[in-house]
């Protein structure tokens, strides 16, 4: 197009960045992307291809790494990983930050290699990843200079298996290897297979920024070469790609006590309300849809339209679809580029094709005739039960709904297994405040969407993951407790027919929705004191003794909406009542186990209770110090229904150790008692009762630990499962919570002492919930 035709016709012309020096880089190495391990490329194989979505053209071979080669990867993090740690805070900042310098002046070169290789326009990698990544490694390279006096009592896991997909290939390596390495973690990272060429850069900076010799290692392949890195001896996983392949992650590292932190699928819901700016919100749809081709994890997908505007809204919408440029990735011109490869090309297709429901339309933009091209798509008129609304479509394509109140739309929303990200549009302030925390997602924007920075903690909830990334949230994910005291070791309960202590026999019943219950199953266990005595019977609960309590956590989500300062009221009440009957609960302990400690464990308990009912209104949120004229605001939410395994030891200290924490946070908790001393949990009832302990927010099971555990962690309705019982439950807990992708901790710790309270309890009782507010006029 000449200069001439562009003035006549006001189009945009062609302005295309060159891959000339990118296609060199390639070439001069070799034309093979592979391992990076140990400081060192290591054997480069043309096992498959990358291609250029955009042509279909071959851009270099990409060996694929066998498992051999994944445990030679993490055998050089493994041995480098002591130095690396001693090398301290500061030490590592400076690495983080000539990383971070090297990539700067790489950038163009960064930027090109990822638009060819994934098919994104150049604006988007040039203006967005490439710079976001950059920013991750500063930011980090000053969380690793205030290391020591921000974590102190913290240390890293060693090494930090990662492996990333190929949406945000750059991006989500940043995500991956700076907090690990500021913590003083080595890494084995996986690229994508369709997307490994920015790791080959990346490997080239390390090695001219100094980074010592296996500290980053890189391995390429498919998801073999994942699998591989998953079962290799790693001492943590962060995994970034579909829900799929995260369930079997977690299933893949059940009972082996490696960390995970998922970041998986979304729907995210994009809510229109009647007052807001219709044209602002409509660019802000074409941000949330259509950049990178859709292929967002967050992507704003569902949209949601108050009714009273839904059929402007639409056709305001349609003209701007009609006027987005589809074309190149390479040129500046170009709004949407190619879908990463044809079989995800196909998928979408497929998704499309075989929907029947609603009315489709494709923007009136032409195609070019070759590469992995689809035009952006609306689907108007859908119920929320259709497939194409509850599912994931991962491309250009947006579903739309309508509601007509506030609560209505809430409702819409969070009718999705997922629970990632959410954008709220409005002018009226007070609806939006009020209306993201009632939303079930770990990130939601206000009058913006996609807005990311190290600084804030981006990672959902539900089928949409676990665990942060950024933030400070991001780098405790990376870090352990230096050192814990051993558990103390529970004395043995007698088993036998020890004659009756005296007195009218008792059998405890389960406590659910606050009322005592007897066991569904009708089936109790005799408790003996150490000695043979018979001290009383306790139930043994049942799968239906679990969904009662379950279904009494969900009756009692309003806990979560209370104050603060009420819960804290409430926990303190709990420790006064118990105070009045120390002797009591202290000879019950004496008797159960045998010796004198008795008081020393109930006043440890009224001192827990007094814990967290002073970090009830204490353990805040904060303001993220984003680069935006805004405020990202990491507020802390409660993780909602907790199920809890407590220890055998400190009967009654160990309970209250997790019902505590999760009452403090606004989470409702049902807790399994100490199996073999339930009775000092079942005296405990008498205590709620009488200390305004609203029903269904504790509820106590007794029973066998085995028999219950798969029924609470294959629970669709529990948001965590916490164990501090019987380690061998552990692979089993961990496996059939897969279901949901739940949060599971599986603990033993010594709860007479310090490492029995503490942040880690609120940290697991609670959710991050980034709230993006950007303000002003301009």
Same mark, same amino acid.
């Given at each position: 197009?000449?200069?001439?035709?562009?003035?006549?016709?006001?189009?945009?012309?062609?302005?295309?960045?060159?891959?000339?020096?990118?296609?060199?880089?390639?070439?001069?190495?070799?034309?093979?992307?592979?391992?990076?391990?140990?400081?060192?490329?290591?054997?480069?194989?043309?096992?498959?291809?990358?291609?250029?979505?955009?042509?279909?053209?071959?851009?270099?071979?990409?060996?694929?790494?066998?498992?051999?080669?994944?445990?030679?990867?993490?055998?050089?993090?493994?041995?480098?990983?002591?130095?690396?740690?001693?090398?301290?805070?500061?030490?590592?900042?400076?690495?983080? /930050?000539?990383?971070?310098?090297?990539?700067?002046?790489?950038?163009?070169?960064?930027?090109?290699?990822?638009?060819?290789?994934?098919?994104?326009?150049?604006?988007?990698?040039?203006?967005?990843?490439?710079? @976001?990544?950059?920013?991750?490694?500063?930011?980090?390279?000053?969380?690793?200079?205030?290391?020591?006096?921000?974590?102190?009592?913290?240390?890293?896991?060693?090494?930090?298996?990662?492996?990333?997909?190929?949406?945000?290939?750059?991006?989500?390596?940043?995500?991956?290897?700076?907090?690990?390495?500021?913590?003083?973690?080595?890494?084995?990272?996986?690229?994508?297979? /369709?997307?490994?060429?920015?790791?080959?850069?990346?490997?080239?900076?390390?090695?001219?920024?100094?980074?010592?010799?296996?500290?980053? &290692?890189?391995?390429?392949?498919?998801?073999?070469?994942?699998?591989?890195?998953?079962?290799?001896?790693?001492?943590?996983?962060?995994? =970034?790609?579909?829900?799929?392949?995260?369930?079997?992650?977690?299933?893949?590292?059940?009972? *082996?006590?490696?960390?995970?932190?998922?970041?998986?699928?979304?729907?995210?819901?994009?809510?229109?309300?009647?007052?807001?700016?219709?044209?602002?919100?409509?660019?802000?749809?074409?941000?949330?849809?259509?950049?990178?081709?859709?292929?967002?994890?967050?992507?704003?997908?569902?949209?949601?339209?108050?009714?009273?505007?839904?059929?402007?809204?639409?056709?305001? !919408?349609?003209?701007?679809?009609?006027?987005?440029?589809?074309?190149?990735?390479?040129?500046?011109?170009?709004?949407?580029?190619?879908?990463?490869?044809?079989?995800?090309?196909?998928?979408?297709?497929?998704?499309?094709?075989?929907?029947?429901? +609603?009315?489709?339309?494709?923007?009136?933009?032409?195609?070019?005739?070759?590469?992995?091209?689809?035009?952006?798509?609306?689907?108007?008129?859908?119920?929320?039960?259709?497939?194409?609304?509850?599912?994931?479509?991962?491309?250009?394509?947006?579903?739309?709904?309508?509601?007509?109140?506030?609560?209505?739309?809430?409702? @819409?929303?969070? &009718?999705? *297994?997922?629970?990632?990200?959410?954008?709220?549009?409005?002018?009226?302030?007070? !609806?939006?405040?009020?209306?993201?925390?009632?939303?079930?997602?770990?990130?939601?924007?206000?009058?913006?969407? &996609?807005?990311?920075?190290?600084?804030?903690?981006?990672?959902?909830?539900?089928?949409?993951?676990?665990?942060?990334?950024?933030?400070?949230?991001?780098?405790?994910?990376?870090?352990?407790?230096?050192? @814990?005291?051993?558990?103390?070791?529970?004395?043995?309960? /007698?088993?036998?027919? +020890?004659?009756?202590?005296?007195?009218?026999? *008792?059998?405890?019943?389960?406590?659910?929705?606050?009322?005592?219950?007897?066991?569904?199953?009708?089936?109790?266990?005799?408790?003996?004191?150490?000695?043979?005595?018979?001290?009383?019977?306790?139930? !043994?609960?049942?799968?239906?003794?679990?969904?009662?309590?379950?279904?009494?956590?969900?009756?009692?989500?309003?806990?979560?909406?209370?104050?603060?300062? !009420?819960?804290?009221?409430?926990?303190?009440?709990?420790?006064?009542?118990?105070?009045?009957?120390?002797?009591?609960?202290?000879?019950?302990?004496?008797?159960?186990?045998?010796?004198?400690?008795?008081?020393?464990?109930?006043?440890?308990?009224?001192?827990?209770?007094?814990? /967290?009912?002073?970090?009830?209104?204490?353990?805040?949120?904060?303001?993220?110090?984003?680069?935006?004229?805004?405020?990202?605001?990491?507020?802390?939410?409660?993780?909602?229904?907790?199920?809890?395994?407590?220890?055998?030891?400190?009967?009654?200290?160990?309970?209250?150790?997790?019902?505590?924490?999760?009452?403090?946070?606004?989470?409702?908790? =049902?807790?399994?008692?100490?199996?073999?001393?339930?009775?000092?949990?079942?005296?405990?009832?008498?205590?709620?009762?009488?200390?305004?302990?609203?029903?269904?927010?504790? &509820?106590?099971?007794?029973?066998?630990?085995?028999?219950?555990?798969?029924?609470?962690?294959?629970?669709?309705?529990?948001?965590?499962?916490?164990?501090?019982?019987?380690?061998?439950?552990?692979?089993?807990?961990?496996?059939?919570?897969?279901?949901?992708?739940? *949060?599971?901790?599986?603990?033993?710790?010594?709860?007479?002492?310090?490492?029995?309270?503490?942040?880690?309890?609120?940290?697991?009782?609670?959710?991050?919930?980034?709230?993006?507010?950007?303000?002003?006029?301009?």
């Amino acid at each position: 197009m000449s200069v001439k035709e562009i003035f006549d016709t006001m189009d945009y012309g062609p302005a295309p960045e060159s891959a000339k020096e990118a296609l060199a880089w390639l070439e001069a190495r070799g034309g093979i992307a592979g391992p990076f391990v140990n400081g060192a490329w290591g054997e480069l194989r043309a096992d498959m291809e990358s291609r250029n979505p955009a042509t279909g053209e071959r851009l270099a071979g990409l060996t694929k790494c066998t498992a051999d080669e994944v445990a030679a990867a993490v055998k050089a993090a493994r041995k480098a990983q002591p130095a690396w740690e001693k090398l301290g805070g500061h030490g590592r900042a400076k690495v983080l /930050y000539a990383i971070a310098r090297g990539m700067q002046k790489q950038s163009r070169l960064l930027a090109v290699m990822e638009s060819l290789d994934n098919g994104k326009p150049i604006r988007e990698s040039r203006d967005i990843d490439v710079p @976001l990544a950059i920013r991750h490694f500063y930011h980090h390279a000053g969380a690793a200079q205030l290391f020591e006096s921000e974590m102190p009592g913290r240390a890293p896991h060693g090494v930090c298996g990662q492996i990333i997909p190929w949406n945000f290939p750059l991006l989500m390596l940043a995500w991956k290897i700076a907090p690990a390495l500021a913590a003083g973690n080595t890494v084995v990272l996986k690229p994508a297979e /369709y997307t490994s060429l920015s790791a080959m850069v990346f490997a080239e900076i390390c090695q001219e920024a100094g980074v010592p010799p296996g500290v980053i &290692n890189l391995v390429t392949g498919d998801g073999e070469t994942g699998a591989a890195l998953v079962a290799a001896k790693v001492d943590k996983i962060a995994f =970034t790609g579909s829900t799929e392949v995260g369930r079997k992650i977690r299933e893949a590292t059940a009972g *082996r006590g490696i960390p995970l932190t998922l970041e998986l699928g979304g729907k995210s819901p994009y809510i229109v309300f009647d007052d807001a700016d219709i044209d602002s919100a409509i660019e802000g749809l074409v941000d949330a849809i259509w950049f990178n081709q859709g292929q967002v994890c967050c992507a704003g997908s569902r949209l949601l339209v108050h009714e009273a505007i839904a059929d402007d809204f639409h056709e305001r !919408l349609k003209r701007r679809m009609d006027g987005l440029r589809i074309g190149d990735p390479l040129d500046k011109c170009i709004d949407v580029g190619a879908v990463v490869d044809p079989v995800q090309l196909s998928a979408i297709k497929e998704m499309v094709e075989g929907n029947t429901a +609603g009315e489709t339309y494709h923007a009136a933009c032409p195609l070019p005739s070759t590469g992995a091209f689809y035009p952006p798509t609306l689907i108007t008129g859908l119920a929320p039960s259709d497939r194409l609304m509850q599912e994931e479509i991962f491309g250009p394509v947006l579903v739309s709904t309508t509601f007509r109140t506030p609560a209505e739309a809430v409702e @819409l929303a969070d &009718n999705t *297994r997922y629970g990632l990200a959410a954008t709220l549009w409005t002018e009226n302030v007070n !609806l939006a405040l009020d209306l993201a925390p009632k939303l079930a997602a770990g990130v939601i924007w206000v009058n913006a969407t &996609n807005l990311f920075d190290a600084a804030a903690p981006f990672g959902g909830i539900r089928e949409s993951g676990f665990g942060r990334e950024g933030g400070p949230e991001g780098m405790r994910a990376y870090t352990k407790p230096a050192k @814990l005291a051993a558990a103390p070791k529970a004395p043995v309960a /007698y088993e036998g027919d +020890g004659a009756p202590a005296g007195g009218i026999d *008792r059998t405890a019943k389960l406590y659910i929705g606050g009322k005592q219950a007897r066991p569904d199953g009708g089936y109790s266990k005799a408790v003996h004191g150490p000695k043979g005595a018979l001290l009383g019977h306790a139930s !043994l609960a049942n799968r239906k003794d679990v969904r009662n309590a379950v279904e009494a956590m969900n009756a009692a989500k309003g806990w979560g909406k209370t104050t603060g300062h !009420l819960r804290a009221q409430i926990l303190y009440y709990l420790a006064e009542n118990l105070s009045a009957r120390a002797e009591e609960f202290a000879a019950r302990i004496d008797a159960l186990q045998g010796g004198h400690k008795g008081a020393a464990e109930v006043e440890a308990s009224i001192r827990r209770l007094f814990t /967290y009912g002073a970090w009830a209104d204490r353990y805040d949120g904060r303001a993220a110090g984003v680069p935006i004229r805004g405020v990202a605001l990491a507020m802390k939410a409660p993780t909602g229904n907790i199920a809890a395994l407590a220890p055998a030891a400190t009967p009654l200290l160990g309970a209250l150790s997790l019902i505590a924490p999760a009452m403090a946070m606004g989470s409702r908790v =049902t807790l399994v008692a100490s199996e073999a001393f339930p009775l000092a949990a079942t005296d405990f009832y008498q205590v709620l009762e009488t200390s305004d302990v609203p029903a269904g927010v504790v &509820n106590i099971l007794t029973g066998s630990h085995a028999e219950l555990a798969p029924a609470l962690a294959s629970h669709m309705d529990v948001d965590a499962l916490w164990s501090f019982s019987e380690p061998g439950l552990a692979a089993g807990i961990e496996r059939a919570s897969a279901g949901n992708l739940k *949060r599971t901790w599986i603990g033993a710790r010594d709860f007479s002492g310090p490492d029995g309270e503490g942040e880690d309890f609120l940290e697991a009782a609670t959710e991050v919930k980034t709230i993006w507010i950007p303000y002003g006029e301009g």
